[in-house]
Antibody
């Protein structure tokens, strides 16, 4: 059974930083791309970032480019999202997702339960 | 504003068939697979349709997907009360080099 467990969310002031982690199990982690999708309160789903299976390719939404960094450690079955220069509009539930292929340009087939990031002074 | 356009709402009575549309562009739906997700309150989103028309294991055959040109649609037949929730389409966009989601459609079972 695929399981994705996010951690690292919380309350942070504008301009601050957080690092989200996602521990994966139940599948061959190193064979699949991974990503992050967020949902702001009362809003729809928004793709944030993806990383290919071997970390060779990373992709970012324009709204987070230059501020967020996605990475993975295949030896630990974990994907990370480093978030710097956080803005109030980054407040959202952040979902870790498994992509259905090794490349980051495919859709996701499994989602974690999400972790809440609140950016507020 | 989403790159993929969905109607904000849809509705039907139990047993009916409803369809939800998703309109994109040549660089998104026109060139890539479409995915459909069901997001029920308090739960993680769930994949309903993969690669435009493939139903993952465990998804009832009441759900079906299709794609034509730069548009796609999700059909739900034999509507049930438990289908009530939000539905999203998604597709990679070659121009944006990123995944785009539709704005979501809130389905109400009357």
């Amino acid at each position: 059974e695929v399981q994705l467990l996010e951690s690292g969310g919380g309350l942070v002031q504008p301009g601050g930083s957080l690092r989200l982690s996602c521990a994966a199990s139940g599948f061959s982690f190193g064979s699949y791309a991974m990503g992050w999708v967020r949902q702001a309160p009362g809003k729809g789903l928004q793709w944030v970032s993806s990383i290919s299976s071997n970390s060779g390719n990373t992709y970012y939404a324009d709204s987070v480019k230059g501020r967020f960094t996605i990475s993975r450690d295949n030896s630990k079955n974990t994907v990370y999202l480093r978030m710097n220069a956080l803005r109030v509009e980054d407040t959202a539930f952040y979902y870790c997702v498994k992509v259905e292929s090794s490349g980051g340009w495919y859709g996701c087939d499994f989602w974690g339960q999400g972790t809440l990031v609140t950016v507020s002074s | 504003q989403s790159v993929l356009t969905q109607p904000p709402s849809a509705s039907g009575t139990p047993g009916q068939r409803v369809t939800i549309s998703c309109t994109g562009s040549s660089s998104s739906i026109g060139s890539n697979y479409v995915y459909w997700y069901q997001h029920l309150p308090g739960t993680a989103p769930k994949l309903l349709i993969s690669r435009s028309n493939q139903r993952p294991s465990g998804v009832p055959d009441r759900f079906s997907g299709s794609k034509s040109g730069t548009s796609a649609s999700l059909a739900i037949s034999g509507l049930r009360s438990e289908d009530e929730g939000n539905y999203y389409c998604a597709a990679w966009d070659d121009s944006l080099r990123g995944m785009s989601f539709g704005g979501g459609t809130k389905l109400t079972v009357l």
